[in-house]
Every structure is written in structure tokens, then in C-alpha cells.
């Protein structure tokens, strides 16, 4: 008994001291926690706040940690819409490395919300407020880490430049990436970037994955619209342009794109075949070998799974009608393509029109961002981003995914910057709550994370 005893204080105490090795030092723990809620508690909103105050508060952390102020930058494409970039100086024997974050965030009211969305809450286990989780936690972390190389006098390979950035969630004119690439690239030229996308997942408090984000579908609005003369309510016609509109919505909604597999998504497929438990594991490694049956099975049980693997145009928002008691002279809808990597504007709309098969109805486009492509898998990333989640969480495996929604980091991959999302940041897979009411981040998984990426860009930024 008493053997058992010590043996179960032994593993105890292995418990307790790998939990604390998964942890900054304190100082550094509260460094972060004091960069992030002063950024959490900076309103950046699109309408209701600006980025520039969180930018010159980070540009401020640093300059009093010793960064000279020619290795600073605050610029943007408006007063209100600044960008901060600094950089960390290598030996130059490899290239730079570009960190990425953005520092707008998704508008909160307070009256939706359970507490104040402007105040960094600790609570149950979890920080609260917006932008908790997208994306000023990563943010933080980026700085204090950087601030923790310098002083631990740590000399890199390649410079390491981090660049916290304006409006990814706004977009339009203001996007700091876009101003950055348009004005300065020469700030944020590197070999490769790390950027948000790529989050642990949880499932019932057990980590299973932390995910890799390589690729990600570009977006595309469409506008369907039918014009007639109209007349009284009270004399229809057969020719509507609702009705004719409506049809061809429908039509719209029986599209279904080419299933596609590219090395992305064969390398989740084949991660989560090794995940699963079930049933499914030997449909879910056939589909990861291109078997068209399994990719076609795989689609048809997840609707994540298949919008991975095709193109998905849905309608959004519609209009149409001038009066009450008159025939609509207009009827428009606006449809929502998220395109695969590598699929061309021209492959979508010839589907579309095709479905469609009404001349009376118009198709233009309304919004269309570059066609992004997949970033490849390199070898270095996914060998020390494997090694340091099996020595952080052993039995986590580290899955490559393409996103379905999207990042700043397309802008970069067009622009020539491979880049890849890295966040080490675990969360339950079914309560992801950015943009949304009471957004939140696990106390735990936020200190975890600050150790994960501080000793991913360290190996990655030495010569292996």
C-alpha cells in the first residue's frame, strides 16, 4: 500500500512539473497578460474604434524594452488604421521570418454580451472579451515574446520581424496587409510567415489536434438580378421577377462542384484517419489516397468536410419589390462563393450561368479577392512544430488543414509569402466563439500557446 502510495505521489509530482514546464516564466506570463489586456481593452472595431492606439501601445512596450527606434514602425493607410511592424535582427544567414497578426476586431455591443466585451474579465478558467481569440491573443504573444529574445540576448539565424496589423476583419481600403505589400514590403518580406488559422482542438476537454493551416479558399460575391417592367398587383403576369429570381436560387442551391483533393487536405484526411476511433477511420485514410467513393462518403457526413473539398456558392441576402401593391420591376440576390484554392474565377461562373440557364437573369461580380494558393508543406515547419506538440502534449498529432473561411495570410500567399497557420492556442472544437457573444480563451491554453510559439520560432529561426 504504501509502495502504491509513493507511486501515485511520483506520477503526481511528473504531472505537476510537466503542467509547469508547459509555462512561461512568471515574468513573462505576466508580461503578456499585461499586453493583452491593454490591447483587449483598446476598442478597434472597424466603425467604433481604431488599430493605431494598439500599435503605438505595443510600439511603446517595446521601445522600453530596449528595440531601437529604427527597427520601429506605426504607419497605415489612415490616421485611425495603423500597423505596427518591428524587427528583431538575425545573423542573416537565413532569411526573415514574418509574424503575423491582426489587432481590429469584430464590433460587440455591451448589451449582447454577458460582461463588458472591452474589459479583459478572468473568469472560470477563461479570459473573456473581444478579440480574446481573434486575434490579440496571438498578438501578445508575439510581442512578449520577442521581448523575452531580446532579453534573453538571443541571437537568431534570420531576422524575425512581427507585424500587427490593421482591419483583416473590415477589409476595404484600410487592410494592413494590403497597405503593407502595397507602400512597404520590404518590412514584412520574409521567407515564410506564421499568421493565425491554425488552432488546437479540443473535443470534451482532451486535446486532439493542433492544426496547421496551409491553405485557405478565396472569397467571391455574385449578384443575380432580374429587371422587367412591372405593373398593378392586381393584374399579375406570368412573368415575375421574383418568381423568375426565385428559380433560379434554387437552381443556385443544386450546384454542387467537383470534389477535389489537394496535398492539403490529403494530409488532414490522413491525420484525422489516425484520430478516429470509429467506424470511419479506414474511409477517412482511403480518402486521404484520393479513393473518389471515400472523398465522396467523406463529404456527405460533414458539411465542414465537404466545403474542404469543393467550391460552395450560397445565397446570402436578397432584395426585390418597390411597393406593396405593385409587380417588382427588380429582384436580386447576392450569392457567396468560397472558392478552392486553384479553381479560376472563369471555372465558377461558367457553373453558375450553366445552373442558372435564364438569360433574363444577369450574373456580375460584386467582390472578388485573388485566387490564393495553397502554401507547400515544408519539411522544417511540420518536423519542429511535431517535435515541440509531442514534447508539450504527448499524443497530439499535428494535422495540416485548409480553412474555409479566410485570413490576411491570402494576400501574402499571392504576394509570394508562403504562410501558415500557427497558433498553438487549444480550444473545445464545438465552442469557437470569435465574432461572436462572450468570445473567450482558455487562462491555460493562453500561457501554453505563449510557451508553443516562443519555442517555434526559436527552432525555426536557427539553421537546422
Request: glycine residues 10%; charged residues 25%; aromatic residues 8%.
Amino acid at each position: 500500500m504504501g509502495g502504491m502510495f509513493r507511486g501515485l505521489l511520483f506520477l503526481l509530482s511528473l504531472s505537476v512539473c510537466f503542467g509547469r514546464s508547459n509555462m512561461p516564466p512568471e515574468a513573462d506570463q505576466n508580461l503578456a497578460r499585461e499586453i493583452y489586456k491593454e490591447m483587449v481593452e483598446i476598442k478597434s472595431g472597424y466603425t467604433t474604434g481604431a488599430t493605431t492606439p494598439v500599435a503605438e501601445a505595443a510600439a511603446r512596450r517595446l521601445r522600453a524594452a530596449g528595440f531601437p527606434e529604427r527597427d520601429i514602425f506605426v504607419g497605415g493607410a489612415s490616421p485611425a488604421k495603423g500597423n505596427l511592424v518591428v524587427r528583431y535582427h538575425g545573423s542573416g544567414r537565413l532569411r526573415p521570418i514574418l509574424l503575423l497578426a491582426h489587432i481590429d476586431v469584430v464590433e460587440a455591443n455591451r448589451e449582447d454580451w454577458s460582461l463588458d466585451p472591452f474589459t479583459l474579465t478572468e473568469k472560470d478558467g477563461y479570459f473573456y472579451g473581444r478579440g480574446t481569440a481573434d486575434d490579440k491573443a496571438q498578438a501578445a504573444v508575439w510581442v512578449a515574446n520577442l521581448i523575452r529574445y531580446r532579453r534573453e540576448g538571443y541571437q537568431p539565424d534570420r531576422d524575425i520581424m512581427v507585424a500587427l496589423t490593421a482591419d483583416e476583419e473590415g477589409g476595404g481600403p484600410y487592410n494592413g496587409v494590403a497597405w503593407l505589400l502595397k507602400n512597404h514590403r520590404e518590412l514584412i518580406d520574409g521567407e515564410f510567415c506564421l499568421n493565425e488559422g491554425g488552432r488546437g482542438q479540443m473535443v470534451n476537454g482532451v486535446k486532439v489536434s493542433n492544426n496547421l493551416q496551409a491553405a485557405e479558399k478565396w472569397y467571391l460575391d455574385l449578384r443575380l438580378e432580374v429587371r422587367n417592367k412591372g405593373g398593378h398587383s392586381s393584374v399579375p403576369t406570368a412573368d415575375n421577377a421574383i418568381y423568375r429570381l426565385a428559380q433560379a436560387l434554387v437552381r443556385v442551391s443544386q450546384v454542387e462542384f467537383p470534389l477535389k483533393v489537394s496535398e492539403v487536405t490529403r494530409a488532414y484526411f490522413g491525420g484525422q484517419a489516425k484520430l478516429d476511433r470509429t467506424s470511419e477511420k479506414d474511409t477517412l485514410a482511403a480518402a486521404a489516397k484520393g479513393d473518389p467513393a471515400a472523398i465522396e462518403r467523406v463529404a456527405e457526413s460533414s458539411p465542414v468536410w465537404n466545403s474542404m473539398l469543393r467550391t460552395t456558392c450560397v445565397a446570402t441576402m436578397l432584395e426585390g419589390g418597390h411597393a406593396r401593391n405593385a409587380l417588382p420591376q427588380l429582384a436580386a440576390a447576392n450569392v457567396n462563393c468560397r472558392v478552392l484554392p486553384g479553381e479560376s474565377l472563369e471555372e465558377v461562373l461558367e457553373r453558375v450561368k450553366g445552373a442558372v440557364g435564364d438569360a433574363q437573369v444577369t450574373i456580375s461580380v460584386t467582390t472578388r479577392e485573388e485566387n490564393s494558393p495553397a502554401s507547400p508543406l515544408r519539411e522544417d515547419l511540420v518536423r519542429t512544430m511535431s517535435a515541440i506538440t509531442d514534447e508539450m502534449w504527448p499524443g497530439v498529432a499535428v494535422v495540416p488543414t485548409l480553412s474555409t473561411g479566410a485570413t490576411d495570410g491570402r494576400m501574402l500567399r499571392v504576394a509570394g509569402i508562403p504562410t501558415y497557420g500557427v497558433q498553438g492556442f487549444f480550444g473545445e472544437r464545438d465552442d469557437y466563439r470569435a465574432h461572436g457573444r462572450d468570445e473567450r480563451m482558455l487562462v491555460q491554453s493562453f500561457y501554453e500557446g505563449q510557451t508553443f510559439l516562443y519555442s517555434l520560432v526559436k527552432k525555426l529561426s536557427k539553421a537546422q
